[in-house]
């Protein structure tokens, strides 16, 4: 299978900024989608951005302009930089890849990796 292992998370104060990255392993064969959500408590885990393996981003409309997503094929790693952070902007951060992998037989996977905090204070 794949794995996804994020770092970068941490607390910080209203309008600092934080990285998120992302490193995907495992007997990939090609990455498609790359993206990031989140999950506030007693939210369900939402979308923040994706990223095609060519073409634009997509940003959920509360972030616009805030954050940005970036992506290094040949390296297999999504980053998310996130600028001009707010209180709302605090949930557990997860990384998700989708594509094929390689098993016995060329398969699809949809991975998630295992979540980083974000706390932003006021």
């Known amino acids: 299978q794949v794995q996804l292992v994020e770092s970068g998370g941490g607390l910080v104060q209203a309008g600092g900024s934080l990285r998120l990255s992302c490193a995907a392993s495992g ?3 090609r990455l498609d989608d790359m993206g990031w959500y989140r999950q506030a408590p007693g939210k369900q885990r939402a979308l923040v951005a ?3 393996r060519v073409g634009v981003a997509n940003y959920v409309d ?3 302009g805030r ?3 970036f992506r290094d094929n ?3 790693t999504v980053s998310l930089q996130m600028n001009s952070l707010k209180p709302e902007d605090t ?3 997860y990384c998700n890849a989708r594509g094929v992998y390689s098993g016995t037989y060329f398969r699809e996977f949809n991975s998630w990796g295992q979540g980083t905090q974000v706390t932003v204070s006021s």
């Open 27 to 29: 007997n990939i064969v």
């Open 62 to 64: 509360s972030v616009k």
């Open 74 to 76: 040949a390296r297999n």
């Open 91 to 93: 949930a557990m951060y």
């Open 50 to 52: 994706t990223i095609p």
């Open 67 to 69: 954050f940005s997503i």
